[in-house]
């Protein structure tokens, strides 16, 4: 039985792709009406206010500052820019296609924590990112997609590799900030580095669309919190194959919001990360 920590870090990880599940989608659940940049713009500045609650309720003096300024550019600029190709690769794909390219990140961050960060790699970890990956693909059937044709494609990958460096970088800013301090940083900076875009392709829109999009910074809050949670309990190489609960949640919100029903092959997928999941929670002895 893994300790109760190890238990609670997968939990909160698996909670922070539910959440993040739902950022990931609002280019398609917006229509694709709405720039990119706009839309991460509106949600970070949303998510502002929220921060300066937080820290008023934490009762304690919490740093305003990185300890890290070179790291934080770092993870802003692969984290935003990872965050503007899920985006458009969800707008251009089906959502079950562009989790699964996504779900590369997940050997990336393997592969990535154990190369910079020098972390131990077990068998273990190395069959559940084997059998994980294999169940997204399962699931999401991409030879029903011509992935020739489509520039979503390689746009999918490139948030995938951006994905799995933000990971790294947020392990090593996580043991050198407060939880605040990282999750303020990288909203200031991001709004910083996306400002010029987000003016030249501003856009009116109506009311629920922006209500919508104002929602995300709230909730994306909450996401961050969750993954630094999961990432101050776990190391890199139990949190990237995690990351393959993806495709089972964009499954699950492509049948509530657009009537998609999965197959066989989605379940027989499910059935494969359910299991990579299991081998993940029981390597902590």
Known sequence: MPPPSRLAGIGWALAGVLVFTIIFAAGKLTGGEVPLAQLVTLRLLAALPVLAVWRLAAGKRIPLF?????????RVLAGYGGLICALEAGVRLPLAQASTLGLV???????????LLHEQVSRRHTLAAAV????AVLAAEPWQVDWQASIGVPIALGSAVLFALEAVIIKKLVELDEAWTVIFTVHVLGLLVLAVPAALTWRALDWPTTLFVLGLGPLG??????NVRAWR???????GPLTYSW???????????FGEVPGLWTLAGAACILTGGVLLARDGR
């Open 247 to 257: 495709v089972l949640f964009a499954g699950l919100l492509g049948f509530v919001v």
């Open 221 to 226: 809050i909450l996401g961050q919190f969750m």
């Open 233 to 239: 309990a776990l190391p890199v190489s139990v949190i």
């Open 132 to 135: 994980g990956l294999a169940g």
């Open 105 to 115: 990140e997940g050997v990336l961050a393997v592969l990535f924590g154990a190369l």
């Open 66 to 74: 990185t300890r890290a300024p070179g790291w934080s550019v770092l």
